[in-house]
T-cell receptor
Framework: GAGVSQSPSNKVTEKGKDVELRCDPI?????LYWYRQSLGQGLEFLIY????????KSGLPSDRFSAERTGGSVSTLTIQRTQQEDSAVYLC??????????????FGPGTRLTVT | KQEVTQIPAALSVPEGENLVLNCSFT??????LQWFRQDPGKGLTSLLL?????REQTSGRLNASLDKSSGRSTLYIAASQPGDSATYLC????????????FGKGTKLSVIP
């Protein structure tokens, strides 16, 4: 079956512009996660959606970052007034369930964001 | 707060050699641990997931172990091949109520033909 897909694969934007990154999870997966991988850094958690519950936004680095998930499926991560330090690879993952030993996360190919 | 460390940051081995990648974590109340592979410019491919009640998992030439008491996991790769060259990441999930993965910074493996 289809895996997690993300678009665009690459995005170059000017400092101060807004960007939207899209994630389409594996069909039937109720949990969706956004992570960020910066050069020289590990992956850091940004935000988590589970079903119709309120998302956990505790990992978002600033109020310029927001995300939504429509219809329990596709998610959009929005970064407003982009800064150069926002340059990173943004990875989306989905899983079938949480709180389970077998809750394996499957990752998309990522969106490489470059802020000039 | 869970912290995950991977040492070394880079490893180079000749083709055919068996090798072990190391991962250590600070919170022994780990729920599961997942090993991933990342090729340059690509996303993460899940290799193995070990539940906290398990000691090891095997898939083909890969074997992952988990020792909660010592806070360590290892990924064993048998008969390495040039195609195994990639960055290997381990990530832990702590607690039943937790959902985010805490990642190490990875070990970049180069298998020399």
């Amino acid at each position: 079956g289809a895996g997690v897909s993300q678009s665009p694969s690459n995005k170059v934007t000017e400092k101060g512009k807004d960007v939207e990154l899209r994630c389409d999870p594996i069909s039937g997966h109720t949990a969706l996660y956004w992570y960020r991988q910066s050069l020289g850094q590990g992956l850091e958690f940004l935000i988590y959606f589970q079903g119709n519950s309120a998302p956990d936004k505790s990992g978002l680095p600033s109020d310029r970052f927001s995300a939504e998930r429509t219809g329990g499926s596709v998610s959009t991560l929005t970064i407003q007034r982009t800064q150069q330090e926002d340059s990173a690879v943004y990875l989306c993952a989905s899983s079938a369930q949480t709180g389970s030993y077998i809750d394996e996360q499957y990752f998309g190919p990522g969106t490489r964001l470059t802020v000039t | 707060k869970q912290e995950v460390t991977q040492i070394p940051a880079a490893l180079s081995v000749p083709e055919g050699e068996n090798l072990v990648l190391n991962c250590s974590f600070t919170d022994s109340a780990i729920y599961n641990l997942q090993w991933f592979r990342q090729d340059p410019g690509k996303g993460l491919t899940s290799l193995l997931l070990i539940q906290s009640s398990q000691r090891e998992q095997t898939s083909g030439r890969l074997n992952a172990s988990l020792d909660k008491s010592s806070g360590r996991s290892t990924l064993y790769i048998a008969a390495s091949q040039p195609g195994d060259s990639a960055t290997y990441l381990c990530a832990g999930k702590s607690g039943a109520g937790s959902y985010q993965l805490t990642f190490g910074k990875g070990t970049k493996l180069s298998v020399i033909p």
